[in-house]
Each structure stands twice: as structure tokens, then as C-alpha cells.
């Protein structure tokens, strides 16, 4: 019939004019919260896999990470392979490790821990341990006698890792580095503290000074940490250098990751599930306030179908209805997660023994949850609306 | 009256009603005819069967057995669209409760069924026109909570008149509504019926029938 199509918008425009505002601001802030919980979720994973990644990357192992090569202690001739590796598109920087199988003991304290010799300069444009002291100072090129210690060996009483620490000690105090026999006392130049427990059991010696133990180890290391221009490059530096043929073991961070990779995987697995009840829990909730709502306008309906409006109108008038709740709750959340929750957990990150993790979402996860509120509230709509105007009229007149 | 001017004919129409596993019946094999004009009153006590009677006849519920035809038209077997179309062309129902959406004012409560015809400028011509009938232009823009009961009955009568349907039906329409609304509302559809518009009202109040100049009277389901 003409003019009939604008009967929807004409009772939804009327309905949210005259309506019960309460109401209507409930419904709205309903969505909202349930489209908060739905992006929370999945930023706080996405946030912790982030800075998971994040910290592997910029504390350990770089983007691309080079070992040696089956059956072999060590990379050789690191003096001509880092340049070689250095102008190979994509790489920014790489730094040569030696790995030292030595003990480190500190007054009655001893134990093994992982001491790595580097060149300070080379390791500052792999890593960033340079930029996380939290007492004394980064190592200099020609520290011969220094050493920096990450806080899990340094210890403390609120050190994570006390028990399996020095118990506190501080920069300027000595350590006795035992190595191949030889003994040698260094002096703590700093204590760093990236928040990756991996990292902070670390301790840092300059390569001249494991060359000064050991002259036999010069140019020599048993990994080369690579940095990347970006991430996503890796794939096509390991390609690199296959085709340059450096000897070697090639591994992306996602593969030197170890431990970590089961963790983010875990993680990952954990997000879909608990995004999966999260859907879920917003979805009936969603459902059952829309179904009341709409219920409640059962004599309306019967109304309505009574003076001659047909049973279509009827059903559109009230998916547009909850179209504009959740078009409205939506935009509510959005402003309440990126104007409220997310500046506060920036200030305020989660702690974690991999770092401080912040709410991170993507654009991707926002419309796909944008997409399923809407859709949930448009069959919550839908359906008690399909319900009532298959009824009897006089039964939804009454109310039955 | 030839069979050919009639409104409605009502040929041997039962309804039931399920009370737990009982059918009580409601209507026993009722016939009657409407015509042009008619004012006809359906009286009964309680439970006679009249709300049920005006129901059938309005298209808002179907009877078990028999036939209506509306314009000689079989109804029974039509499908809801059918009958929702014939509701708002042809029919207009005046509920007991007024049954007005709250959240529309008097004139969009009035205009609503006409939207669905024509473009709305023009039915809120035909709306004011429509409620300046009932006397109500002035409280066009209330809402229907801000009009007394009786003001709410003739928003109600403004509405079914608004597509100028060839009968009105009235469920007890002045049953909530003290003496003077009440008579207000009585001297409407009399105003309405001298205009060639055929009324058919339920009431129980025996003063009332004296507008009517058709009676039936119901009992136990079935005319007496």
C-alpha cells in the first residue's frame, strides 16, 4: 500500500520520543556494557600477547635469531658475517651473543645463570635492556671489569625470583665471574629490569672482556640477535639469508620463543573461548531485556494489528527499534572503553611476569563484535515480534 | 433490503471457548443480518456472548463453524492479510479500553491507520478534520494520558473514522465513562448514524438502546 514503508520509522521515532526514557536508557547502557565486556576480553589477551611478543622481540631475541649450525659450538668470524648481515634489505641491525658457560657468585651466593659477552654499542640497536636500568648504568664499550645484572639475579625482598637470587645486591658491589677454570671478579655497573622474567635473569659482560679471559672467543658468538626494520619482515631476511648461505640456524622470534609461544597460543585459544561466552552471556542477556521489552508492548501490538496494520510493519517497526538500541549502545561503549577504560589501564597497566600489559584492540576484533551485538539485538527483536503478531489479536490484546 | 446491499450477513456462526479441557460455548449457531444504516445494538447479560458476536464481526477473531460475509464477501476462510486489509479499509473497531498507543499523540493515533494510504501531510489533514468531528482539535497534540477517559473514546472513534469504513463497531464504548461523557459519546454515534454511517454497539445499559434503531438481544449465546 502506498506510504506504508514509512510506518517503522514513524512508531520507532514516536516510541523513543515518548517512551519510557528509563527504560530506553537502560536497554542502551545494557549494550553498552555488554559491548565493553565483549572488546575487554579480547583486548586484555590481545594487550598481553602484544607485549608478550613485544618483549621477546626487544629483549631477547630480536626479530630473527641465528644459532649454530648443527654439530658446531659457534658462529665464526662474526667481524665479517654482521656486516654481511647488515646489508641484507629489511635488517636495521644485528649484534653478536657469546653465551659463557661460567658460574657467578656474589659474598656466600653462587649460581649459574645466563652471562652473555656483547658488543654494547651493536646490542643497543638489537635490544632495548640499554633503555631499562633500573640502578647504575648501561655497559660501555671497554668495561673490562663490569658487569650488569638483570633484577631476578640481583634479588631483593620484593624480587619475584628472590629465593634463586643474590638476595640484593646492589650496583658498585663485586661478583666473581668462574669460568674454563679462571676466576675473575667483576663489579655490578648496573641493574636492569625489561619485566620479562627471561630477560631479567640475564647478566651482561662486554665481548673485550670475555676476549680478555679468553682470547681463543674472539669473533666468535654462539647466536646473532637481528633486528628488523619492522616487524612482519622475518620471513624474507631468513630467505636472505638462506640465499646468501651464511652458515647458521635461522630462527624467527616466533620460533626462539620457546616457552612463550605455548603461552600465546594458550592465550589465543583462551580468548576465542572466553570471547566465545562472552558473545554468548551478551547475546542472552540481549535477548532476554529485548524480549521483556517487547513483550511488555504485546497490547500495543494487538493494537495495532487490530486497526489494520500489517503484521510486516509491525515486526520491522520493532527491529528497527533494537537496531537503534544497539546502533546506540555500541557508540555508548565505544566511547566508554576508548574514553574511559583504556586511558585508565594505560596508567594503571597489569603487571604480568612478562611486562605491563595495556588493552590493545583491533579494528578487526571491534567491527566483528560490533557486528554481533547488532545482530543478536535485531533477532531479539526479531523474534518475540514474530511471536506476538502470529498470536491471536485478542490474546495479545489481553495479554495472553 | 436486497442480499445484494448487504453489509454483513452472519450465517450460523458457533464459537467455543477452551476452559481447561471444557469448551463452553460462546456462540450457538448465530444469524443476522446488517444493513446500510442500520444503528444496531447488541444487548445481554454478561456472558451472553455480544464481545464475542462484535469480534467475530469485526475480523478480530475467526468463528469455529458458519460463515460473515462482509459486502457478500466469505471472511472466514481469508488469510490475516486479507482480513488486516479489510480491517483498515472497511471496518472500524471501538474498543472498550480505548486501546490508543501511549506513545503516540491524539492526532497520530488518529492519522496511523490512514499512513498507511497516503502521505502523511495529508493524514493529518484528514485527522484534524476527523477529530474536529468528535470535537477534540484542540487536544490534538496531548498525549493520551494527558486526556480524561472520555477525550481518550473519542480519539478512539476519531481513529476507526479516519478511512471512512463502511461500519463501525463499538465494544461497550462508554462502559468506563461517568453519565456525561458517556451520553457525549452516545450522541457521537447517533450524530454518526444520521450521517449514513452504519454503527453496530454492545451495551449492557438498557437507557442506552434507545439510540439504536435495530436491537438484538443475546442469551446464552444465541439471539432471542
Known sequence: MRGEGKIPFFLTARYLLHGNKWTLGLIIFLMAV?????IFVASLFNGIIDNSNKQIINTYTGHVFITPAEGQDFLDHTDIL????????????????MLVSASLKYKNIKGNWQILAIDPQLEKQVTNVSEKMLAGEYLAQDDLDKIIVGRQIAGGPDVEMNAFSFKGAQVGEKVVLAFDGIQKEFTIKGIFYTKFLDTDQRAFITAQALEALAPSLKSKATSVVIRAQKTGEEAGIVQALKVQNIAGQYLTWEDAAGLMSSVTTSFLSINFIMSFVAVLIAAVTIFIVIYIDISSKRQQIGILRAIGIRPYLIRATYVLQTLIYSVSGVALGLAIFFGGVAPYFKAHPFELPIGDSVLMVEALDINIRILAIIVVAVLS??????????????????GK | MSAANRLIEVKNICKNYALGEIQVPALREVSLVINPGDFLVITGRNGSGKSTLLRQLGLLDKPDTGEIFLANQPTTKMNELE???????KLGYIFQEYALI?????????????????????????????????GLEKKARNLPRQLSGGEQQKVAIARALINDPMILFADEPTANLDS???KDILNIFKKLNSEKHTVVMITHEPEETKYANRLVKLADGKIV
Open chain 1, 34 to 38: 555488554a559491548f565493553v565486556n565483549l
Open chain 1, 82 to 97: 654482521l656486516p654481511q648481515i647488515e646489508n641484507i634489505p629489511g635488517v636495521k641491525a644485528a649484534s653478536a651473543q
Open chain 1, 381 to 398: 527483536g526479531l523474534i518475540p515480534a514474530f511471536m506476538i503478531t502470529r498470536i491471536k489479536i485478542l490474546d495479545a490484546i489481553w
Open chain 2, 83 to 89: 482480513r488486516s486489509r479489510l480491517r483498515l479499509l
Open chain 2, 102 to 134: 501511549a506513545e503516540l499523540s491524539a492526532l497520530e493515533n488518529v492519522m496511523l491507520p490512514a499512513m498507511m494510504l497516503e502521505k502523511t501531510k495529508i493524514c493529518q489533514k484528514r485527522a484534524l478534520e476527523t477529530l474536529a468531528k468528535v
Open chain 2, 180 to 182: 456525561v461523557a458517556a
